[in-house]
């Protein structure tokens, strides 16, 4: 492997120290996540199947009573930015803070008295890469003002603040897994998440007493789902759901899509939400046969679930780009279980189930299949399942 799983990054605290003078009341974290399988289901009131990366956003926060909000990140160069809690609105730009400060201003719409904080901020999650960093942010900013403010709130709770602050405040209509994995994830499992209600189960998956490795191939070719590509999908989900007079695609079941994606053509449908319908209810099905294989303890036969559910990412939903394909076929011609994309698309992650004493040689694989196309070198790493947020100090 190319890289290690975690690197540790600046001392949050420290740098809290250093730009706001004393100690802060805690330090907290919250992890990025990769995606087993499940992809653009979660708004559509579908399955997913997130587990939580070893690499988080860290945050060293102390509350504030005079309405101040200051954000720092030692990620991203320029200096301390300083709000005003009661002045937060939404779509009103500033950048990467935007996710904290989306935080802070859901809270507040929700009844919640948060009164201002300082904040330092660090991350070890791949910004672009699809696997979560901004959830991470919102996420552990959530869990520092509900510690600090004694807000009560549960994970889910906290996850439902971070939705709302990335849809209605930064203005990225995602549905809620990011926040969910980031929040509730816990450690040696993935998360089989129901989107409709938030019902959840933690499923054991230690890969490694199987002789099994999950490899997170990094593109670092970057997304931003902010440019509208995401949003035309939801809404073409939507619109497909519509047509159909059904809440949401979840009520469509996999026995009834021929008929459902006929009923589409004759009213005139556009093609590509056919093809939208098509995977999200597609994908939705791969999640039941992943949860059922790794019930019977049949991981390896998750591998070709992948490999479809990549062709219809690829094909359907049309998310993919010469990087992403470019990682599964070299994976899987070098002897990979499966492969598929991870999370939004258009850039960003694959996830290569590969048996663990050939991790390395289809991780060099990989890596020489990228430098023949003349692509910059892949981040290259493995996805061992770890704890959700929690207060660090």
């Given amino acids: 492997m190319t890289e290690t799983a975690e690197q540790t990054g600046p001392d949050p605290a420290a740098t809290f120290t250093e730009l706001y003078g004393g100690e802060p009341h805690g330090v907290w974290a919250a992890p990025g996540r990769v995606n087993l399988i499940g992809e653009y289901t979660d708004f559509n009131d579908g399955f997913v199947m997130p587990l939580a990366l070893p690499h988080t956003a860290r945050a060293a926060v102390s509350p504030r009573t005079d309405g101040v909000l200051r954000l720092h990140s030692s990620d991203v160069p320029g200096g301390v930015v300083?709000?005003?809690?009661?002045?937060?609105?939404?779509?009103?730009?500033?950048?990467?803070?935007?996710?904290?400060?989306?935080?802070?201003?859901?809270?507040?719409?929700?009844?919640?008295?948060?009164?201002?904080?300082?904040?330092?901020?660090?991350?070890?999650?791949?910004?672009?890469?699809?696997?979560?960093?901004?959830?991470?942010?919102?996420?552990?900013?959530?869990?520092?003002?509900?510690?600090?403010?004694?807000?009560?709130?549960?994970?889910?709770?906290?996850?439902?603040?971070?939705?709302?602050?990335?849809?209605?405040?930064?203005?990225?209509?995602c549905g809620i897994m990011d926040q969910m994995a980031s929040a509730c994830c816990t450690e040696g499992h993935a998360l089989h998440l129901d989107t409709r209600d938030l019902t959840l189960r933690q499923v054991p998956f230690d890969l490694a007493t199987q002789g099994l490795t999950l490899l997170v191939v990094d593109t670092r070719v970057k997304h931003a789902l902010g440019d509208g590509a995401y949003a035309e999908r939801r809404a073409g989900c939507e619109e497909g759901a519509r047509l159909l007079g059904i809440p949401t695609l979840r009520d469509l079941r996999y026995d009834g899509l021929d008929a459902a994606l006929a009923t589409l053509a004759d009213a005139g449908a556009d093609e590509s939400v056919i093809r939208y319908v098509r995977h999200v209810v597609g994908d939705n099905r791969r999640v039941e046969q992943v949860i059922a294989l790794l019930d019977a303890g049949e991981v390896r036969a998750a591998g070709p679930v992948l490999d479809e559910g990549h062709r219809s990412l690829r094909d359907d939903l049309r998310v993919s780009c010469p990087e992403l394909d470019l990682a599964v076929?070299?994976?899987?011609?070098?002897?990979a279980l499966g492969a598929r994309m991870t999370g939004g698309g258009f850039g960003g992650s694959a996830i290569v189930l590969v048996e663990a004493a050939e991790a390395d040689a289809v991780a060099e694989a990989v890596t020489k299949a990228f430098a023949g196309a003349g692509h910059a070198a892949p981040g290259i790493f493995a996805a061992i399942p770890s704890a959700g947020a929690r207060r660090l100090s």
């Fill in 329 to 335: 076929a070299a994976a899987g011609e070098a002897g």
């Fill in 82 to 173: 300083s709000l005003r809690v009661e002045e937060l609105a939404p779509h009103s730009g500033h950048g990467w803070a935007a996710y904290p400060a989306g935080v802070v201003w859901a809270l507040r719409e929700a009844g919640h008295p948060v009164t201002g904080a300082d904040i330092a901020l660090t991350s070890t999650v791949p910004t672009g890469a699809g696997l979560s960093s901004s959830a991470a942010l919102e996420t552990v900013t959530a869990l520092a003002l509900n510690d600090l403010f004694g807000l009560g709130l549960s994970g889910p709770e906290l996850a439902v603040i971070g939705r709302r602050a990335e849809n209605d405040f930064v203005g990225v209509p």
